[in-house]
């Protein structure tokens, strides 16, 4: 209300539902100012104005409930899709865009390489599948290799001055 058009609005809407009312209080042959007008037709009048918000709302209510449930099922049917094709290992490097050559194309890291040097690395590429709650490396040994995410994600995690491991950044597919 604090918007002066919407004011506006508001006022030409009651001075309409007004000049409507009596214009039919007076074809009816009581003019709507009356108490008479209001003990004959006062409950209908009422009812009829809380029903149309009502009935609004209503429908408005079971739009968003739609949309909401239309958008949770899309949302869990992808999340089951995922969860199946990690754990179960299919859909990994099997596909033509999943191939060694495309995955080091999609790498933010390696784009900047030469096409001649990227097309060697992707020779050099060997993949693998490494389950979940799996560790890429033991802690303390020397990292022997890079690994380049295609499905999933993996937590980084560093070992505090107090021996235990801190989830330190998560690291998603490209």
Known sequence: MADPSTRKQVSFGLIWI???????????GIPLFTLAFWQMHGLQVILIMASAPLL??????????????????????????????RWSGRGAMSSGHNTPLAV???????????????????????????????????????????SIIVSGQVGVYRESATGNLELMQVLNEN
Do not use: N
């Open 56 to 85: 609004m709302l209503l429908g408005h209510t079971v739009w968003v409930f739609w949309l909401f449930g239309r958008d949770q099922a899309k949302s869990t049917l992808h999340t089951v899709a995922l969860w199946w094709r």
């Open 18 to 28: 007004t000049a409507i009312s009596y214009f039919t209080g007076r074809m009816a």
């Open 104 to 146: 080091v194309r999609r790498c933010p890291l390696l784009r900047p390489i030469p096409a001649s040097a990227r097309k060697l690395l992707a020779e050099r590429l060997t993949p693998f599948r490494l389950g979940p709650w799996k560790m890429l490396s033991d802690i303390g040994v020397p990292i022997p290799r890079i």
